[in-house]
């Protein structure tokens, strides 16, 4: 069971707060809601006795969220594969919630993107996941949403760095990546 004021998190959507528990009569049936504010003042309805079935949880607490930054720093462990698996691969990870394997997703879809490019349904998937990453980051931080970005860029950066550069040399790969949400520019070169 939930408070109103927690901190939660709904997979595929990030993490939000608990506004109010509200009771709705929804097509003759009366039950009590989550009523949670999610980012950009975004309100999603869950039904309580549901909310363990569609996987809330209660966000990470700042130890967990080292181990996430941890996760950022290893090195991709997906072996070539086509992107339709890849996609579904990724697609199955982001579905659990956990966000161990939705930094996983990150963190693999980063190092594709900077080495061959992804296509369109890879960089969609890629900028909801670095949302769904900095949501529940920015209120285990309890930091700016900024702040969580650049830290996640960062962390990305030099295990890429650590892990593909450093053995093949600077000049291999694709100089670009995908920016979070509200960043004018689409790509940089």
Same mark, same amino acid.
């Given at each position: 069971?939930?408070?109103?004021?927690?901190?939660?998190?709904?997979?595929?959507?990030?993490?939000?707060?608990?506004?109010?528990?509200?009771?709705?009569?929804?097509?003759?049936?009366?039950?009590?809601?989550?009523?949670?504010?999610?980012?950009?003042?975004?309100?999603?309805?869950?039904?309580?006795?549901?909310? @363990? %079935?569609?996987?809330?949880? &209660?966000?990470?607490?700042?130890?967990?969220? +080292?181990? #996430?930054?941890?996760?950022? =720093?290893?090195?991709?462990?997906?072996?070539?594969?086509?992107?339709?698996?890849?996609?579904?691969?990724?697609?199955?990870?982001?579905?659990?919630?956990?966000?161990?394997?939705?930094?996983?997703?990150?963190?693999?879809?980063?190092?594709?993107?900077?080495?061959?490019?992804?296509?369109?349904? @890879? %960089?969609?998937?890629?900028? &909801?996941?670095?949302?769904?990453?900095?949501? +529940?980051? #920015?209120?285990?931080?309890? =930091?700016?949403?900024?702040?969580?970005?650049?830290?996640?860029?960062?962390?990305?950066?030099?295990?890429?760095?650590?892990?593909?550069?450093?053995?093949?040399?600077?000049?291999?790969?694709?100089?670009?990546?995908?920016?979070?949400?509200?960043?004018?520019?689409?790509?940089?070169?």
């Amino acid at each position: 069971m939930f408070n109103v004021g927690d901190y939660i998190v709904y997979p595929m959507h990030g993490a939000g707060t608990i506004d109010a528990i509200e009771e709705k009569n929804i097509l003759g049936q009366k039950q009590a809601y989550y009523i949670i504010k999610m980012p950009d003042d975004v309100k999603v309805m869950i039904p309580t006795a549901q909310a @363990e %079935k569609v996987g809330i949880r &209660n966000v990470i607490d700042k130890e967990q969220a +080292e181990k #996430v930054f941890e996760v950022l =720093s290893e090195d991709d462990k997906q072996t070539e594969m086509n992107w339709n698996k890849r996609y579904r691969e990724n697609m199955d990870k982001m579905k659990t919630g956990d966000i161990y394997e939705v930094a996983d997703v990150v963190r693999n879809l980063s190092f594709k993107q900077k080495e061959k490019g992804l296509s369109t349904g @890879e %960089k969609k998937m890629l900028s &909801n996941a670095k949302q769904i990453l900095v949501s +529940e980051l #920015v209120l285990a931080e309890k =930091s700016s949403q900024e702040f969580v970005e650049n830290l996640i860029d960062d962390k990305i950066t030099q295990s890429y760095k650590t892990f593909r550069l450093d053995s093949v040399g600077e000049n291999v790969g694709v100089n670009k990546f995908i920016p979070f949400e509200g960043n004018n520019d689409s790509v940089v070169g």
